[in-house]
């Protein structure tokens, strides 16, 4: 236990950290030009207005490097973004404090970069990893009115993506993510085409919120078990309002491993239809979708059945069944609450019953499968 002098102490040996930090940055405040390198701690004192060249605006080329914009913009000239560059970080950096407008790749990287409190509006690719590995640090920022938030070159990247408080609305598609391993935590995505493409690696996402996007994500698995989602983890977060979860081209979620821990899904425009081989569903509420969750194997040449468990889970005022589990597929089913649902509580015909689940007042009757109390 710490206590109170231990606490304050703590707290002014951390304040003194920061202090000492603060003062050993030195900046250069200045009015940068067009296509400079930087090589040391700068600060903007205007907004830069560059044409649009294939020359990046700013160029950041040395280790350690702190670009402050200052509150400004930079941003690109003329009506179309060509094949322009706002801020390439050729080395380990931070870019802070302003915006980048305009832009084909607003800010690309090949090192292990941290973005703090930028906005980065209406450029074609807000955020592009160029190659190789690295890790990228978003905190505090937005992203706005892009085709594509993040990508990276295909195939040829690798690393990590840790996004915190950040907004995301507006764009195309938000997130995709191509063997990176990736954490998003206390972020919302709104407004979005496509919020999240898994194409490879994992995706861990934390107290945040994905509401009114025309779908939540795209996960399609390839028979080759080759670039796929190898893991999809929701906690502690929010998924309502949105018109789909898949997208139209691929409805379903297919993910080696998917786990939803302690999450409200509600009000969506349809139901989740889960392949995975293994999951862990758990202290979820699921209540007033267009469907409830259907789970089943992954489309592989040989399925393995799907196992893990579904447990203490609410399926409240759904559409559809509330919870419906494919033949072949074998989770564990136990303590779920299904109830005012307008198909079945719960349909599991091939699921392991692991007790305790109960069903009331649904449509089509209580369960199939699996034992419920009323």
């Known amino acids: 236990m710490v ?14 950290k920061a202090s000492t ?23 903007l004192t205007r907004d830069l207005i560059c044409a649009g060249t294939p020359i990046p605006a700013l160029r950041i080329a040395a280790p350690g490097v702190v670009l402050d914009l200052g509150g400004h913009t930079v941003r690109r000239a003329g009506s179309e973004p060509g094949d322009t560059v706002g801020i390439s970080a050729e080395s380990d950096s931070t870019v802070r404090n302003g915006t980048i407008r305009g832009f084909n790749r607003g800010y690309e990287y ?12 209406d450029n074609r690719i807000a955020i592009f990893h160029t190659n190789g590995g690295g890790g990228f640090l978003l905190t505090d920022s937005r992203v ?60 861990l996402i934390r107290s945040s919120t994905f509401t009114e996007n025309a779908s939540v994500a795209e996960l399609t698995w390839s028979n080759g078990r080759f670039d796929n989602c190898y893991e999809l983890v929701f906690e502690n977060s929010i998924l309502a309002n949105n018109t789909a979860f898949g997208t139209p081209e691929s409805p379903d979620w297919q993910a080696f491993d998917f786990q939803m821990r302690n999450t409200w899904v509600m009000n969506n425009g349809e139901g989740l239809r889960l392949a995975a081989q293994t999951l862990d569903v758990r202290g979820n509420l699921w209540w007033d979708n267009a469907g409830g969750l259907t789970l089943s194997n992954l489309p592989d040449f040989e399925p393995v059945p799907q196992e893990g468990p579904v447990r203490n889970n609410r399926f409240l005022s759904n559409r559809g069944d509330g919870l419906r589990v494919l033949p072949g597929s074998t989770p564990t089913l136990s303590n779920n609450v299904c109830q005012g649902n307008t198909g079945w509580g719960i349909h599991a015909p091939t699921a392991i019953d692991g007790g305790g689940n109960v069903a009331r007042g649904n449509g089509a009757g209580g369960c199939v499968g699996v034992a419920c109390t009323p």
């Open 110 to 121: 090949n090192a292990t970069v941290h973005l703090h409190q930028v906005a980065l509006v």
């Open 3 to 16: 206590t109170w002098p231990l606490a304050l102490l703590l707290l002014a040996a951390t304040t003194a």
């Open 144 to 203: 706005s009115g892009s085709v594509v938030g993040f990508s990276s070159e295909f195939d040829a990247t690798s690393g990590s993506i840790d996004i915190r408080g950040s907004l995301f609305t507006g764009n195309g598609l938000v997130l995709f993510v191509d063997f990176h391993d990736t954490r998003i935590s206390g972020s919302t995505f709104t407004a979005n085409q496509t919020a999240l493409f898994c194409y490879s690696g994992n995706v």
């Open 21 to 43: 930090q603060e003062k050993s940055e030195a900046f250069e405040a200045r009015a940068v030009r067009c296509g400079e390198v930087l090589t040391r701690n700068t600060r």
